[in-house]
């Protein structure tokens, strides 16, 4: 599955490679059974991060809103907790790092919006919106903010594990939806919805809406337009990354580091 990212002179064309685990059949002799096993496709039985780095990346987070996705976020993180600025070399990717704690954590919480059962059994659809919509939400505190998130994103040194988190987002959201397809339609859909969300989320960047409705109906909307998803998937991803390189430009003009 490929997305187009980079600018409309320079375009990149991007593998997203599905996960090894989805290329093995349930081993469940049920679909029943399966679907009761609840857990990522990257299941951590250990955080995601060291300790010292999950404390000074939280910390940083709470600044965002006021500095932004800066080196001064990351410095007044350490501070609050507890370490000298000299922490922040822990960190070679400066404020991305930010950005990739606000992706991993954020992903792996939406396994605490499972839905039930006989939902997941009934309306994987309807899942995977409100799956979807729920992480979107999660950017609510920063998403004035976000703009500088996915700029930060989209530069060369970070675009690959940007795209592997927007992949195993997408992951996330199907198997918490309750799809088990697992032919090649399911790794279309896969690329398709990862290409619906960074379009939903950029979107959600200049929604002036209340509790961002119209944000849910682009998402609806695309989503709704799944049977036309293999032409879909290319559009959007390159629509997304022409943005994302007009993101960048923009931001260095305003006096922005990136």
Not at 102 to 113: E, G, M, S, Y
Not at 187 to 210: H, P, Q, V
Not at 227 to 232: A, G, L, S, Y
């Amino acid at each position: 599955m490929h997305i187009f990212l980079g600018s409309a002179c320079h375009p990149t064309m991007i593998a997203i490679k599905p996960c090894r685990a989805l290329l093995r059949p349930p081993s469940c002799s049920r679909l029943k059974a399966c679907r009761r096993l609840y857990h990522s496709y990257e299941h951590h039985r250990t955080p995601p991060f060291p300790p010292t780095e999950s404390r000074i990346l939280s910390a940083a987070l709470s600044h965002v809103p006021t500095h932004g996705f800066t080196t001064a976020a990351l410095t007044q993180g350490a501070r609050d907790a507890g370490y000298l600025d000299v922490s922040t070399n822990l960190f070679p990717a400066g404020p991305f790092s930010i950005v990739n704690y606000h992706l991993v954590t954020q992903r792996l919480a939406l396994a605490n919006d499972a839905p039930s059962t006989d939902d997941v059994l009934n309306n994987v659809s309807q899942n995977i919106k409100i799956l979807a919509f729920r992480r979107l939400h999660a950017n609510k505190a920063i998403i004035h903010r976000w703009q500088e998130a996915l700029a930060l994103m989209a530069t060369p040194a970070h675009l690959p594990t940007s795209l592997r988190e927007l992949a195993l987002l997408s992951d996330e959201l199907l198997f918490l939806a309750g799809s088990t397809d697992v032919t090649s339609s399911w790794y279309t859909n896969r690329g398709g919805l990862a290409a619906i969300y960074a379009s939903a989320e950029l979107f959600m960047t200049t929604d002036r809406s209340k509790d961002y409705v119209e944000t849910e109906d682009f998402l609806t909307r695309r989503l709704e337009e799944g049977e036309e998803i293999k032409t879909f998937i290319g559009g959007v991803g390159s629509w997304v990354g022409m943005q994302a390189g007009a993101l960048i430009d923009g931001l260095r003009t305003k006096g922005v580091w990136i």
